[in-house]
């Protein structure tokens, strides 16, 4: 070891070594041998600290330099700008500001440069301006941080307002700005900015840039100009995997899913060294193209490659599960996040509460956010909109009560959850007392709050206070009010007010089908046969189709799906054996077919005929055909359930002695013993 007594110009050049190899260790053992170490010795020290990565030691070091009233130099600055830069330090990026300014260092362009630098890392656009303006002298860099401190701030515009005040003050733009401003063309998708961009660049010789072609990729790209994308990337001398990656999320995001695939493919094939961000991309646009299993599938091959998920891969495959409602593969997920400790990442475990809420497991999505040590908005959001979801509107109010004592902040969705929940419930005062505290947590109600309330009412029971709070309302009534309105009247039996509903839907959304089946039904239900047929007739003069009913249930990976009346399935022989044999079962357990749901003017026993070919019952039939010893059912219908389907599946599972959880588009029904957690009110 070095002793205390070796020279300075010899520790200097010791300190310089290790400083430059980066083991500062023994930098600083040889530092603490100088008895008085200069500037020279402390920019090196601070420097080394800073490169390496050791930034919060670096200006702690700084500290014990002023604490020993050693004034700095502008180099020392930098470094310890560089610094604060890094850890987006604001509050000593601003004392070290002051100090430039108090020893004479403000009119220093290099010093000038590097605090432009610091506060635009820190997100202070005011403070990097004001230094920016203050310059008496910019070069190229000056222009390039303060353009990069716009862009990186989320003021596209602005950045590209300094670039263009660049080039009018005589100041050369190189590839570094270039690369740095062309972002701001794709985010604001300024597709005529970034061709004026590109012009500059083959103009000054720039396409042979990694950095400048791969944003100018992403320009076009951006701007959905996909094949002026790939002819800039084609004309790129050399390319990294960045500019593969760029045109692959590309194809993606355009939609063009098969170019994107073969894409992938070419980069496996001519060797390119994926990384994660490759996997991502190809996984997340499997997904945004709907090819859920193909993403299930992609994610096998990264794990054999040799890559682990991290948490962009988890929060975009969970949503995947969901959709698939398989809850398998989203308990495989969530085992992945268990045993690579990515629990404590909110997004992760935030998913994860949304999937099993979305795939009926309520009791696991409660589980999950129990454990989770932090919980934004979002999770309590998603938590609130799960129990909402599932009909449990006084979980949802608690939660809410919870989340206000915990000290997080409530929002516009939070609202949303909640009154949907004291809808489905049938808390009425309730849900009025939240919407009316709303503006206490400086929440505006929107358009949406007001359907809520709406549908609260309605569903109560209480239609001509909904009619009328529809016509109060301080903005445009939305298809959402209207049709909560109308789906009551059906439920209530409301023939006039559902004319009036119905014709503002009319208006509102002419081509949606939903609308114009809910109020035939509603004339077909009162016997107004006349009516229903004008109304069906309406619907066919313009055009407007039926969507279906749809029912699904996912056994040992696959999906089956039904349609009413559907025999094409290859089990439907057994499956319509099995409904008769359990309609004769259920007949003795006291069941009475509900007519009333079959809407065609037909005899009685065509109508309880028609009943039992209702895709949900198909589904449910098929299902316990294949139990395989599990004692719970999940189907999913595309449209809200029958009443009489909603009934004959409590006896269903009564008889045979299983639980069924039915998602429809409206919430989840828990059927256990012969009864529905919804109390028969949804």
């Not at 300075?8 to 260790?25: A, E, M, P, V």
């Not at 180099?75 to 330090?89: E, I």
């Not at 698939?324 to 909110?346: P, Q, T, W």
């Not at 399935?569 to 309609?583: A, C, D, Q, R, V």
Request: proline share 3%; with cysteine.
């Amino acid at each position: 070891m070095l002793t205390a007594n070796i020279p300075t110009h010899l520790s200097l050049r010791f300190l310089k070594i290790h400083c430059n190899s980066g083991d500062l260790q023994r930098a600083r053992h040889v530092f603490n041998q100088i008895p008085e170490p200069d500037l020279r010795a402390w920019t090196l020290l601070i420097s080394a600290h800073t490169r390496h990565g050791f930034v919060r030691e670096a200006i702690n070091l700084y500290a014990s330099l002023r604490a020993r009233n050693n004034a700095p130099d502008n180099l020392l600055l930098v470094s310890v700008a560089k610094a604060c830069a890094l850890l987006g330090d604001l509050r000593n990026a601003t004392e070290l500001h002051n100090e430039a300014i108090r020893f004479g260092f403000g009119l220093d362009v290099s010093l000038g440069n590097a605090m432009v630098d610091m506060f635009g890392k820190c997100k202070f656009v005011d403070g990097a301006r004001r230094v920016f303006d203050a310059m008496p002298v910019k070069d190229v860099i000056s222009w390039t941080s303060i353009c990069s401190c716009y862009v990186r701030c989320g003021l596209p515009r602005q950045g590209l307002v300094a670039f263009r005040e660049m080039g009018l003050s005589g100041v050369r733009p190189n590839a570094v700005t270039v690369s740095t401003v062309l972002p701001a063309c794709s985010e604001l998708r300024d597709l005529n900015s970034g061709r004026e961009i590109h012009g500059y660049v083959v103009k000054y010789g720039m396409e042979g840039n990694v950095f400048v072609s791969s944003a100018l990729v992403k320009v076009y790209a951006s701007c959905v100009s996909i094949k002026q994308a790939q002819k800039v990337f084609d004309q790129m001398s050399q390319r990294d995997v960045v500019s593969w990656n760029v045109l692959l999320t590309a194809y993606f995001d355009n939609r063009e899913g098969e170019k994107g695939m073969a894409l992938f493919c070419r980069m496996r094939r001519e060797g390119v060294r994926l990384d994660g961000a490759s996997w991502n991309a190809v996984i997340g646009g499997c997904l945004t193209n709907g090819e859920t299993e193909q993403a299930l599938k992609m994610l096998g091959m990264m794990q054999e490659s040799g890559f682990k998920p991290n948490q962009i891969t988890v929060t975009s495959l969970l949503p995947a599960c969901k959709d698939l409602e398989s809850l398998r593969a989203g308990k495989e997920v969530h085992s992945y996040i268990f045993r690579n400790c990515l629990m404590g990442d909110l997004a992760s475990t935030t998913a994860l509460v949304f999937m099993y809420a979305k795939c009926g497991e309520l009791e696991l999505s409660r589980r999950v956010f129990s454990l989770m040590l932090e919980k934004d908005t979002v999770a309590w959001n998603t938590m609130i909109i799960g129990n909402s979801m599932h009909g449990n509107g006084g979980e949802a109010l608690l939660l809410y009560r919870n989340m206000l004592e915990s000290g997080v902040k409530p929002n516009s969705v939070t609202y949303t959850g909640v009154l949907c929940g004291c809808s489905h419930s049938r808390l009425v005062d309730e849900g009025i007392k939240v919407f009316e505290s709303m503006r206490d947590h400086l929440v505006e109600p929107d358009a949406d709050h007001y359907s809520c309330l709406v549908d609260l009412l309605s569903r109560a029971g209480r239609l001509e206070e909904a009619y009328q709070f529809i016509q109060r309302m301080p903005m445009e009534p939305t298809a959402s009010a209207w049709g909560a309105l109308l789906g009551a009247c059906r439920v209530h039996k409301n023939v006039e007010l559902a004319k009036i509903a119905a014709n503002r839907l009319f208006e509102i959304e002419p081509d949606n089908p939903g609308n114009y089946v809910l109020l035939s039904n509603i004339f077909v239900t009162a016997q107004r046969w006349e009516e229903a047929s004008e109304t069906r007739k309406l619907m066919r003069d313009r055009g407007v189709t039926k969507t279906p009913g749809c029912s699904w249930v996912q056994l040992r990976n696959r999906v089956y799906t039904f349609v009413a009346g559907d025999r094409s399935n290859e089990h439907s022989e057994k499956i319509y054996k099995f409904l008769k044999e359990m309609g004769e079962k259920m007949r003795l357990a006291g069941f009475v077919p509900n007519t009333d749901f079959v809407l065609q003017d037909v005899d009685q026993e065509e109508k309880v005929g028609t009943l039992c070919n209702h895709s949900e019952k198909l589904a449910v039939a098929f299902a316990m055909l294949n139990l395989n010893g599990e004692s719970t059912i999940r189907v999913f219908k595309n449209l809200r359930i029958c009443g009489d389907c909603h009934n004959a599946i409590k006896y269903m599972g009564k008889i045979v002695g299983v639980r069924i959880i039915v998602r429809d588009s409206l919430r989840f029904h828990h059927f256990n013993d012969g009864d529905c957690s919804c109390g028969d009110f949804w």
